[in-house]
């Protein structure tokens, strides 16, 4: 073969060559890429992860006392303790009051997730509710004696651990997990979502909680929406219970506004909602990074919006004094006994008492009735309903 063809500087061989340079050059780029975009988000991901605080005392704690503590019934059912704690420690959180050295427990949510993840039920206990106090490890390392007063000594007495086996003394229900978030944490989450939406049906003037709303729908921002789940002297009747449904009603629309495509398909919106979300909160150890958080709530999206359930555990007055709570029985029990064993649970804005009445049952689940008397035929067995809980469900709509 002559010297021309396919050597020369304008032969097929230099496009060969430039073909091949080109290929390595655009090779070394998407790896380059890659890397990058690996590094971002490993960098991402640490950040994210770092923002929560394991909780490592309070698991000491809980393994202290593990042979007493409740037993889970079923397999893949989760129970988490959510603590809305009114810590004042912070810049942020200084101007709702005066860090007296300790803090109370202002909203707590025992939250359970079903097996198979086909429902979320989240229950409210009220902070004055007279319950039975263990004995607990201050913060100071001394132990406290047992005693009786309001469910909300416990987080003072003894953090997240002394209220976790609290709840457990109480409702016979294994905590598999434990978040606690302050007024900081809310506020940052309501902010990263671009506020949310509720419906009041009149005019809102609070002085204590700093509120001046108008009526109608209204999307409140973190600042906004702190007081709003806060407030109890005047808005609605001033109960500590309408209180607690009001914020129901919010985290409802809370979820709402999370699960909407708006904010989970768009990385730019969901990176400040994951910070916000991880910035504030302490947890049990396992659930202490972006993973464990993942493997708890990742089957969560496929719950219906009817399913994701919200009721205050049925209470009245306190005998003794009408300023605290006592719980109705034996609603609650039947009500911490499904929990327990992961039957469903039903909500209605009107149920009154607590719970509907229930026909009688042969089963401690209440799914089989009695058979009537007189010679058994299929038609004479019935099955009872659930009990009804009042409560709501994330996918009402307070403006209807």
């Avoid at 059912?77 to 202002?106: H, K």
Wanted: aromatic fraction near 6%; charged fraction near 30%.
């Amino acid at each position: 073969m002559g010297p021309g063809a396919g050597a020369s500087a304008s032969g097929r061989g230099l496009a060969r060559r430039r073909r091949r340079r080109w290929v390595r050059f655009t090779a070394f780029g998407v790896t380059g890429l890659v890397v990058a975009a690996a590094g971002a988000g490993w960098a991402v991901y640490a950040k994210l992860s770092g923002n929560i605080t394991p909780d490592e005392a309070a698991a000491a704690e809980l393994a202290r006392y593990d042979k007493e503590r409740p037993t889970s019934l079923v397999k893949d059912a989760r129970n988490i303790l959510l603590i809305g704690s009114d810590s004042r420690e912070g810049d942020d959180n200084a101007r709702y009051g005066r860090d007296s050295g300790t803090e109370r427990s202002d909203t707590t949510i025992l939250l359970h997730l079903s097996a198979g993840r086909r429902s979320a039920t989240a229950v409210s206990l009220p902070r004055d509710l007279m319950v039975e106090l263990p004995a607990c490890r201050r913060p100071d390392g001394s132990r406290s004696a047992p005693r009786f007063g309001m469910f909300n000594q416990a987080f003072a007495l003894g953090g997240s651990a002394c209220t976790i086996r609290t709840v457990e003394k109480l409702t016979d229900v294994r905590v598999d997990h434990h978040v606690v978030v302050d007024f900081h944490g809310f506020k940052e989450m309501v902010d990263a979502v671009d506020g949310v939406e509720v419906c009041l049906r009149e005019p809102v003037d609070d002085r204590a909680a700093k509120l001046r709303l108008p009526a109608g729908r209204v999307t409140l921002d973190g600042e906004q929406a702190l007081g709003w789940v806060r407030a109890r002297k005047s808005l609605g009747d001033g109960s500590d219970t309408e209180r607690m449904e009001r914020q129901q009603r919010f985290l409802g629309a809370l979820v709402n506004k999370v699960r909407s495509n708006d904010v989970l398909l768009n990385p730019v919106k969901l990176y400040p909602v994951l910070d916000a979300a991880t910035s504030s909160l302490t947890t049990d150890p396992d659930l202490a990074s972006l993973r464990g958080l993942y493997e708890l709530v990742r089957g969560l999206r496929d719950i219906p919006m009817e399913q994701v359930q919200f009721l205050t555990v049925p209470r009245e007055s306190y005998a003794y004094d009408a300023n605290r709570d006592q719980l109705v029985e034996p609603e609650a029990d039947r009500l911490f006994e499904r929990l327990r064993t992961d039957s469903p649970v039903v909500v209605a804005g009107d149920a009154r008492g607590g719970s509907a009445p229930r026909r009688p049952a042969d089963s401690r689940d209440g799914s089989h009735g009695d058979p009537y008397p007189g010679p058994f035929t299929k038609s004479a067995v019935t099955v009872s309903p659930p009990p009804t809980f009042r409560g709501n469900t994330a996918a009402e709509d307070t403006c209807e």
